[in-house]
């Protein structure tokens, strides 16, 4: 069984990873993994556990709901039976207790426990984890001070499930928060993917201080690093693989190249080099355009051949179709009105867990996922019980 992504020795400085080291191994079901989640209310007054009502709220995001107000609607249908198999004994909580309750939350304790549960359940390819991470931004979503809520998250390639996340700050950025988000997690002998923004020399030495790998793309941001990559003898290298694609009214023609490097690159690590030429065609206009795109991992020949890399590389951007884009278009999330508190960054786990749980258990299609959950109480609830 693969090692828990909880990091045992962290810097104490750090207040979020000072934090996140309290999270205890995760345990065996995900209902209990809830449970574990502190209360941050006062004991006074409280007819429902913070459990409970997070419980309920995944279910109802499982049933598709995508606001308080229709988790509230969905516990008024589902009925006491199903509710107390979920944690809720007599009164049902209202649309105010859920809001509360959900905008109380410590958000990134949460995703930690969450996502170590989660790391358990997803599977290697060709004997790796692959993990892309990306950030997005809730367009619906604000703080007091008028700044839109960002989330970095990172997405197991292989099952399309979400293993860690994070908040991104008004006043950083993703760089610092990735090599954060990194140090929550054990990613010995894992591949960690990331687009341009992360190729940064810091970032790869904390993948490698952390027992993993990178895979990098190299863009503008990175001028010298990019000469350098440009300047290598590419007409001397034979092409890998080649391909061709059409779709959407046009043809696309890929060619792979690949190199070792044992010196000369001025970036921590880098062992090979990647370069992916993309002619795209307009049938209709006959318009071409050529894109050639470079990027490094410290990935050996040995250890991993161009070819897998290179599906690595396009692997990356399945954190985009499927799980930003299903947030999206699914549930809608970018016309979200919910502001206050943790309850942007909550929803948004809720949201990443049921895609998760939904994709585990076999479904390719979360629209009709969510409407067939959505059609019986009692499917969420079998969900959520067999897990």
Not at 21 to 37: C, F, S, Y
Not at 65 to 75: C, H, L, N
Not at 166 to 180: H, M, Q, S
């Amino acid at each position: 069984m693969p090692s828990l992504p909880i990091l045992s020795v962290v810097d104490d400085s750090d207040p979020l990873l000072g934090e996140l080291a309290q999270v205890p191994a995760a345990p065996v079901g995900l209902l209990e993994a809830i449970r574990q989640v502190p209360d941050p209310r006062k004991r006074r007054g409280v007819r429902h556990d913070i459990a409970g009502v997070l419980t309920v709220a995944l279910a109802a995001t499982i049933a598709g709901a995508r606001s308080f107000v229709a988790i509230a609607e969905w516990v008024a249908d589902a009925g006491p039976p199903t509710l107390t198999r979920l944690g809720i004994t007599g009164t049902l909580p209202s649309e105010s207790t859920i809001r509360r309750c959900l905008q109380a939350i410590a958000p990134d304790d949460l995703d930690t426990r969450i996502g170590a549960w989660m790391w358990l359940r997803t599977s290697v390819i060709d004997r790796r984890r692959v993990i892309a991470f990306d950030g997005k931004t809730l367009r619906g979503a604000r703080d007091a001070a008028g700044n839109l809520v960002h989330l970095l998250a990172g997405l197991c390639q292989r099952t399309g499930v979400v293993l860690a996340q994070t908040a991104v700050g008004a006043k950083t950025n993703e760089i610092p928060c990735l090599r954060r988000l990194l140090a929550t997690l054990d990613i010995t002998a894992a591949v960690v993917t990331a687009d341009a923004l992360h190729c940064q020399r810091e970032t790869a030495e904390s993948i490698i201080a952390g027992g993993g790998h990178y895979i990098l793309t190299v863009k503008a941001n990175q001028p010298s690093l990019r000469r350098q990559l440009k300047s290598l003898p590419w007409k001397q290298i034979p092409i890998l693989h080649s391909g061709t694609e059409r779709g959407h009214g046009r043809t696309e023609k890929r060619s792979l190249k690949a190199t070792e490097i044992a010196a000369g690159i001025r970036f921590p690590h880098a062992v090979q080099v990647l370069q992916l030429t993309r002619t795209v065609t307009d049938r209709k206009t006959g318009k071409q355009h050529t894109e050639v795109v470079y990027a490094i991992t410290s990935l050996s020949v040995a250890d991993a051949t161009a070819l897998q890399v290179a599906d690595w590389l396009r692997g990356h951007w399945h954190i985009e179709d499927r799980l930003h884009w299903v947030r999206d278009v699914t549930y809608d999330e970018d016309r979200s009105q919910i502001r206050t508190g943790s309850g942007p960054q909550v929803m948004a786990t809720l949201r990443n867990t049921a895609i998760g749980l939904l994709r585990l258990t076999g479904h390719t299609n979360i629209a009709a996922a969510l409407r067939h959950h959505g059609r019986d109480p009692h499917r969420p609830l079998t969900l959520l019980l067999s897990c």
